[in-house]
């Protein structure tokens, strides 16, 4: 198993992924489809989205498991098959990654509120618990803990992923700017609340991820950096905001305008930087160039 | 009297359900809509009054929101509250006694799941004294196209929290006005803005759930 904050003592930014969902929707997933499923369905199509990133230089390569709790899968009637599809999700990265980079199980939101009593708190834990135990058969070497809003809704999936796996566990936390120029969840939470919650429920690497674009971001890591000088910190931010054009999906940020800001990202106190929403093989290989030289 | 109506206002604005229920935190043991709206009926309060004292309960709460004051948790609360008032107002509705504004269809489009944003949306709206029919999640554009047939003059609300699935709210847009030209949809959620509205040719764009609840009030009441 190889330890990411091993890797990170050595004081070098580390690229990450980019884009799953964009990447997978391109090779003809339809919405409405499970992505998940692709796992085994077509499993070729996930593998090649995984190595791309592998290809393009990223040190690090995520899962094809952000839906992957029981609970997500039941909107599909598949949540008796979670174990199955979170393990060859897994499977597929680590294939892909080779034994030099590391593979980050990837773990989203339910999307059941908690605090609306939507859903039990153990139901949550142990749909987690699930999800963590068979990334880590599948051979991730950390989980991630991605795109979360609510602090209970985060802190039970840490704590399941750690008593699952005891493997490092990260977690980010999307955060939009407010009209007096903070950052907040769309629950409310504040990046020092994110940073306080997360640390206590065992993760080692905090963060952030989506949003509006590597601009913001820049602005989120110096917030998070107030509040926690030191911590680990991991970005994935979206490549703007995208419009629609003749049917298509636009991003508007291109490879070297993320490379550019990457830079930014970095001297405001990022140690691991990647991609979410609309980056490509094609931004993470402009990061690795504009990261890894100089 | 009077008393009672403020009261039932601002427990929605504060999103105080009912008397066993712990939030908000300094109304622990107080009555909520639930109890108020029974007594205030009970008293021989019109249905009228009682939903105008929601409606600004909820615009009070919807103000707060949009400037960020407050966040889904508090928002999600007071459209529990004002739920619990509608349960009681129902009857009044189905005997025609209170008018809707009008009627307000809102789903999330196909391939997107997502229910939360379009919820408080629709919850907001309801509060706001409009009759609102929720198609639900992953609504392809023929059920937005059906729902239009079925409920004619009304208007359109698509949301989306994936940005893979603003292709389809787009395809949505283009279909419903193919059909009925007349028709006012008004889009929303995480990854919209007001120039992709533009583009995809909806009538309307809110980044939150007041800015509908002005659309609707402001532009397209018949």
């Known amino acids: 198993m190889n330890s990411l904050l091993g890797a990170l003592k050595s004081g070098k930014v580390l690229v990450s992924d980019g884009a799953w969902g964009t990447m997978l929707q391109e090779r003809g997933l339809q919405p409405g489809e499970c992505p998940e499923l692709w796992n085994v369905t077509h499993r070729s199509d996930v593998f090649k989205v995984a190595k791309g990133y592998a290809d393009a230089g990223a040190d690090m390569i995520l899962t094809n498991s952000f839906g992957g709790s029981p609970i997500k899968l039941a909107h599909y009637d598949l949540e008796g098959r979670a174990a199955e599809l979170n393990e060859a999700a897994a ?11 590391f593979v980050l199980g990837s773990i ?17 834990y142990d749909g987690f618990r699930v999800q963590a135990a068979a990334l880590k058969n599948g051979g991730v070497d950390a989980i991630i803990v991605e795109t979360m809003s609510a602090i209970d809704e985060a802190a039970i999936a840490i704590r399941a992923a750690k008593d699952a796996t005891g493997l490092e566990v990260i977690c980010t936390f999307t955060f939009d700017r407010t009209v007096t120029g903070e950052y907040r969840t769309m629950m409310g939470v504040s990046p020092a609340e994110m940073v306080k919650a997360v640390k206590d429920a065992g993760a080692s690497i905090i963060g952030a991820n989506c949003g509006n674009g590597f601009d913001q971001m820049i602005d989120v890591v110096r917030v998070i950096r107030k509040a926690d000088p030191s ?7 979206n490549a703007g905001l995208p419009v629609v054009e003749d049917g298509k999906l636009i991003y508007t940020e291109t490879p ?7 830079r930014r990202l970095a001297e405001s106190g990022a140690n691991i930087i990647g991609g979410c929403c609309g980056t490509t093989p094609e931004h993470i290989r402009a990061l690795v160039k504009e990261l890894k030289t100089a | 009297m009077e008393n009672l109506v403020a009261r039932i206002g601002e427990c929605v604005e504060r999103g105080k359900v009912n008397k066993s229920s712990p939030y908000p935190n300094d109304m622990q043991g107080q009555e909520g809509t639930d109890e108020l709206t029974r007594q205030a009926l009970d008293a021989g309060v019109g249905p009228d009054e009682i939903l105008q004292a929601c409606n600004d309960g909820m615009k009070r709460i919807g103000d707060r929101f949009s400037r960020n004051e407050v966040f889904v948790p508090e928002l999600l609360m007071s459209a529990k509250a004002m739920n619990a008032v509608m349960a009681h107002l129902k009857p009044y509705f189905q005997t025609g006694t209170v008018k809707a504004k009008g009627r307000f269809v809102i789903g999330t489009v196909a391939g997107d799941l997502h229910d939360i944003g379009k919820n408080l949306v629709a919850m907001v709206v309801e509060g706001n004294g409009w009759e609102v029919v929720d198609l639900g999640v992953d609504v392809k554009p023929v059920r937005f196209v059906d729902a239009v047939k079925q409920n004619p003059g009304c208007t359109v609300g698509l949301s989306a929290l ?18 009925f030209p007349g028709t006012k949809v008004i889009v929303g959620g995480a990854p919209l803005s ?8 909806a009538d309307g764009y809110a980044p939150n759930p007041q800015g509908v609840v002005a659309f609707l009030d402001g532009g397209v009441q018949k």
């Open chain 1, 256 to 262: 070297e305008m993320v490379a550019v800001k990457a």
């Open chain 1, 231 to 237: 911590t680990p910190l991991l970005v994935h931010a």
């Open chain 2, 162 to 179: 994936l940005t893979t699935t603003m292709v389809n709210m787009s395809k949505t847009v283009s279909e419903i006005k193919a059909q």
């Open chain 1, 108 to 124: 989203g939101p339910t999307g059941e509120m908690l605090m609306m009593g939507q859903v039990r708190e153990e139901a949550v």
């Open chain 2, 194 to 201: 007001q120039k992709a509205a533009d583009k995809m040719g």
């Open chain 1, 91 to 101: 499977a597929i990265s680590r294939e892909a990654a080779g034994s030099s980079r």
